[in-house]
């Protein structure tokens, strides 16, 4: 069961609201405690910026916006874009559209574990509630990497995606996440052997690098996959 603290509401809350359709994944760079929460209720600095939920990393969730339907924060309206079939949203659409998550990390990243697994758990936990409960499919949810136009975010840095991703699929009920096909949507998992690259991956997925790297948040400069790494592509 979701334990879901509500005893914070963030000063900085919006009126005007889309209807839901995302959901965004951050990171804090801050200290990596409750403090980083504390800040987001209550920013000191006068931006106005706060977010919908962080997850600490004992996995404490905590809800800063009481009403995601009335309310919407602003976590990710600079330069950024979020596409779905048929609409665009930009800039402050983006955050009145989508539900922000801060996962509370250090900016240096300097803690150990540098995601404890009770954290990445949390997070795909609630996101699988927050998608059931505004009826969005497993691929509107992003991150501040993903929806930035200018580069200038690549949070949530070095985040565990494919322990991410077997947590929602166990939380959604989808069974057997190593079988290609099972319930994904458009999209299987492959687990990457030794020796593979993305170029081969992609040919004979007749997919393509750049798909395979955004589906999985894979660094637009980076090409290095490891063995035993779950990638999701495109069916
Ligand atoms: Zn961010």
Request: glycine content about 8%; hydrophobic content about 35%; aromatic content about 8%.
């Amino acid at each position: 069961m979701l334990k879901i603290n509500k005893s914070l509401k963030a000063k900085n809350l919006r009126s005007g609201r889309l209807p839901v359709a995302g959901i965004i994944l951050h990171d804090t760079a801050g200290s990596g405690q409750h403090g980083d929460t504390l800040y987001l209720v209550n920013d000191p600095d006068g931006r106005g910026v706060s977010v919908d939920f962080t997850i600490e990393r004992d996995g404490s969730i905590y809800q800063l916006n009481p009403d995601l339907e009335k309310f919407y924060t602003s976590h990710a309206g600079r330069a950024t874009v979020f596409r779905i079939p048929g609409r665009k949203y930009l800039n402050r659409d983006v955050t009145r559209a989508c539900i922000g998550i801060e996962l509370c990390q250090k900016a240096n990243m300097s803690l150990s574990p540098v995601w404890p697994d009770e954290q990445v758990k949390a997070a795909a936990e609630l996101c699988v509630s927050l998608c059931r409960k505004f009826g969005l499919a497993k691929d509107r949810v992003t991150t501040h990497r993903g929806v930035i136009t200018d580069g200038s975010r690549t949070d949530p840095r070095n985040f565990p995606f494919d322990t991410f991703w077997f947590h929602f699929n166990r939380a959604a009920g989808i069974p057997a996440i190593d079988t290609p096909g099972d319930g994904l949507n458009d999209t299987i998992i492959h687990d990457v052997k030794a020796g593979e690259t993305l170029w081969k991956i992609a040919r004979d997925y007749r997919t393509t690098i750049e798909d395979i790297k955004s589906r999985n948040d894979i660094n637009e400069a980076s090409n290095v996959i490891r063995p035993g790494q779950k990638l999701l592509i495109k069916k």
